[in-house]
């Protein structure tokens, strides 16, 4: 049976190394039965450019690697935390770059892939945030800066926006609906697969008078991940633990 499953908002980072250890133990068991990985998102809790020694982060890219050369093909979408993950890193970790929005054919079924946050509309501050930092000129000045000062700014960044979502409403950090639809009906769709909310739930909805689905992939913690799973035209959810994991229908 092909399996292929779908990850998004791990939110890795140097300091998190008991979350650093359950995402080790999911690369090297589960998703070694998977015949692909998508991952969707912010894997990373912040990237600040594919030069960065972390001695956790090149264990990652090498577990990466690691689940690629046992066959899993491994592909990845960056987030609204790692959007400066680069051609090295994908080279280093065996990774496939998809763009955002991506679709893909499952099972015979057009699935359109989103990290999610472009489809937050209602959230124009950090829309304009995102127009900001998105820009290739800006990008490429801040990886001119050296490596600590890059630190300090993605820390910065990471704090301004603790506390912004902290005093936002929580209604506008949902996806639009109306952004969902017209982005199925552009990419003529009727299941998205995406994360970014941290608000894990498979939805009904209706595009162009037929039923559709979206599924919002659940974010990581220290001690529970969850993954989306699909073969043969099944959907459903798996839990990934320290201990075991358990199935339930999506
Ligand atoms: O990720 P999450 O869920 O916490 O919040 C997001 C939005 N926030 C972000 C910011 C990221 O968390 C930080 C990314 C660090 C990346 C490291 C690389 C740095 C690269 C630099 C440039 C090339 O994406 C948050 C949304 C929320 O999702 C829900 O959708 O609301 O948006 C914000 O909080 C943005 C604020 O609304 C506006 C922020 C203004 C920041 C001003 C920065 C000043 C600091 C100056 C430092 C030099
Ligand atoms: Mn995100």
């Known amino acids: 049976m092909t399996e292929t499953l779908f990850v998004s908002d791990v939110h890795l980072a140097p300091e998190r190394p008991a979350l650093l250890a359950l995402f080790t133990q999911f690369l090297a068991t589960r998703a070694r039965h998977a015949a692909q990985v ?22 990652v890219i090498a ?36 763009p955002d929005p991506a679709i893909i054919v499952v099972a015979g079924e057009r699935v359109l892939l989103s990290h999610g946050d472009h489809l937050c509309t209602d959230d124009l501050a950090y829309q304009r945030f995102r127009r900001r930092v998105r820009h290739p000129l800006v990008q490429w000045l801040f990886l ?6 890059r630190q300090q700014i993605a820390r910065r960044y990471r704090q301004q926006s603790q506390t912004a979502t902290a005093r936002k409403p929580t209604a506008i950090m949902d996806v639009n609906h109306h952004a969902v639809v017209a982005a199925l009906t552009r990419h003529q769709s009727l299941r998205l697969v995406h994360g970014h909310t941290h608000r894990p739930a498979d939805h009904q909805l209706h595009v162009q008078g037929q039923s559709a ?28 633990d320290a201990v075991t994991g358990s199935k339930s229908a999506a």
């Open 144 to 149: 001119l800066q050296p490596l600590a000062r």
């Open 38 to 59: 998508y991952f969707l998102g912010d894997l990373f809790d912040r990237w600040i450019g594919d030069d960065d020694p972390t001695p956790d982060y090149q264990a």
């Open 213 to 240: 689905q979206r599924h919002v992939l659940a974010a990581w913690d220290d001690q529970r991940g969850e993954v989306l799973a699909t073969a043969q035209g099944n959907w459903w959810r798996e839990s990934v």
């Open 63 to 98: 577990q990466l690697r690691a689940l690629r050369d046992h066959g899993t093909q491994c592909y990845l979408m960056s987030g609204n935390r790692d959007f400066l993950l680069g051609r090295r890193f994908m080279h280093a970790a065996g990774c496939q770059p998809i």
